[in-house]
């Protein structure tokens, strides 16, 4: 659990990466490319890397560390590859699908990116970098177990050192993705541009566009007695007095007992400052404490919190906190589940509308006041490709048609406490050819995607011939689609 507003369930899933690895974008862009590859998810507006996909190749590594590059002033290093490597099979990639020069040609980018961001004065705040380090380490952590294992893996000496590593991994990252950012941002496209790409695919060759959803959600979460609110209340207000009265270490009791996953191992230790992610009641708490000084017991959407501030620097502050999650009753769960079922014989007999079931009862605060409609994270808009949602959604939609009602579903919260949901399909639209009409916001997304591609391609390759640029070794017989060598065409 990390303390974000986001609506986890709504928000497309954190990459823990050290490194990030984009997908590619080939010299020749032609108009059938861009659509099968937007509509498989390949194309990222945000990345132009390498496609030429060539046999892994295994280089005999002459030095212990060697550079395989300098791109302006950063150096990339041969272990900055190895590093990438790890993390691509440690999330299920093969390694035979990506080689070397792939790896590498993607680095090269975002060290160009990281370089001229920094030219252009785009500032990454150090507390943003330092929250995106400690979730990496908290999910290496809950993957191996140890921060011993987490070191001998990426062979590392010491935490700090490792820490300082993925904290330029990670700012390099950030600066590479803001430049590519501020590189489209003001990219628009017009209604004939938009007809003129639609028009140059053949009939042919349109893209088939899946069958698509829109969905509907009530939300029955079982409520928490004032009795076990309390309780909680008591047990921080005693952690509290220990820490302050008595001495004891905020740290380990953050260890011991907070319910936070995100933060526990490192003692409850996070570092952000007023524009961080977090709960607002969490900073308005966090900002308003002295250095050592811990707060009153007080609640977010998470839980009951007490904080203690261990450093202040700026507009940045090191805290810990501990947090606390009141237990849900068997009585509450089975009024709950009572509720939801009625609800459901409510609205498959037609004495409620659903849309109106859901403002009246659903617990769900972000899609209540829309009679329960969800938006789509990935697009925007209310339609779900039923292909490409999350599996355990596809399960409970598939197979309802128009305005039929899932039967009870059990969830559960972001503090794994159970709750309960009625699905429902709002509209279907079946699979087919894509149509200028129906599907004119998909064909603006294709067309914009495309002029956003080769805006970013243009880019690239002025800037690569302004930059100093270095590549040594093996990877100068790599074959980029930049122009790295800096070769005459």
């Known amino acids: 659990m990390q303390l974000r507003t986001n609506n986890l369930k709504y ?5 823990l990466c050290a490194v990030v690895f984009t997908a590619s974008i080939n010299t020749k862009l032609y108009a059938q490319e861009i659509i099968e590859e937007a509509v498989t998810d390949t194309i990222s507006a945000n990345s132009d890397s390498i496609t030429t996909k060539e046999p892994v190749k295994q280089f005999q590594r002459t030095k ?5 590059a300098v791109i302006g002033e950063n150096v990339i290093l041969d272990s900055d590859i190895d590093i990438a490597y790890k993390q691509l099979v440690s999330e299920g990639v093969s390694a035979n699908d990506v080689s070397r020069c792939e790896l590498a040609g993607s ?10 961001a920094i030219q252009d004065s785009i500032i990454i705040r150090d ?4 929250s995106m380090v400690d ?25 700090e050192d490792f820490k300082s590593e993925l904290f330029e991994i990670n700012k390099t990252n950030r600066l590479s993705e803001r430049m590519r950012t501020k590189i489209i941002e003001d990219i628009e496209i017009t209604p004939e541009e938009i007809r003129e790409f639609f028009d140059e695919i053949p009939e042919a060759e349109r893209p088939l566009f899946g069958t698509e959803v829109e969905l509907a959600q009530i939300v029955i979460e079982p409520q928490i007695s004032d009795k076990e609110e309390q309780e909680v209340v008591d047990r921080l207000n005693q952690f509290r007095e220990d820490i302050v009265e008595n001495g004891s270490s905020f740290a380990t009791k953050a260890v011991l ?3 936070d996953p995100g933060s526990k191992s490192t003692g409850g230790k996070y570092t952000l400052d007023r524009q961080t992610n977090f709960a607002k009641e969490f900073k308005d708490v966090a900002f308003s404490l002295q250095e050592e000084e811990v707060s009153e017991p007080f609640k977010t959407d998470f839980g009951w919190h007490i904080v203690k501030v261990d450093k202040i620097r700026g507009e940045e502050i090191d805290v810990r906190h501990i947090l606390l999650v009141p237990e849900v009753t068997r009585t509450s769960v089975e009024k709950a589940k009572k509720l939801i079922d009625s609800l459901r014989t409510s609205i498959t007999s037609g004495s409620i509308d659903f849309k109106e079931a859901a403002r009246q009862f659903s617990d769900e605060k972000e899609t209540r006041e829309d009679g329960g409609q969800l938006l789509n994270p990935t697009t925007g808009d209310t339609h779900f490709e039923l292909t490409k949602i999350d599996p355990i959604l596809y399960d409970q939609v598939s197979k309802l048609k128009t305005n039929d009602v899932s039967l009870v579903i059990p969830d559960q919260d972001r503090q794994g406490r159970k709750k309960f949901k009625l699905i429902t399909v709002l509209k279907r639209y079946d699979e087919h050819i894509a149509d200028y009409s129906q599907d004119y916001l998909k064909i603006q997304e294709l067309a914009l995607r495309k002029k956003q591609i080769e805006a970013i391609r243009k880019w690239q390759g002025e800037k690569i011939m302004d930059t100093y640029v270095k590549v040594n070794g093996d990877y100068r017989d790599c074959t980029y689609s930049g122009n790295w060598l800096k070769k005459e065409k």
Request: proline content about 0%.
């Open 257 to 259: 007992y907070s319910q």
């Open 11 to 15: 928000t497309i899933k954190i990459t």
């Open 107 to 116: 680095l090269f980018e975002n060290k160009l990116y990281a370089h001229h």
């Open 64 to 68: 212990i560390d060697g550079v395989a």
């Open 127 to 130: 507390a943003e970098v330092n």
């Open 135 to 159: 979730q990496q380490l908290s999910y290496m952590l809950n993957e191996l177990g140890t921060i011993d294992k987490v070191l001998r893996l990426y062979k590392k000496d010491n935490l």
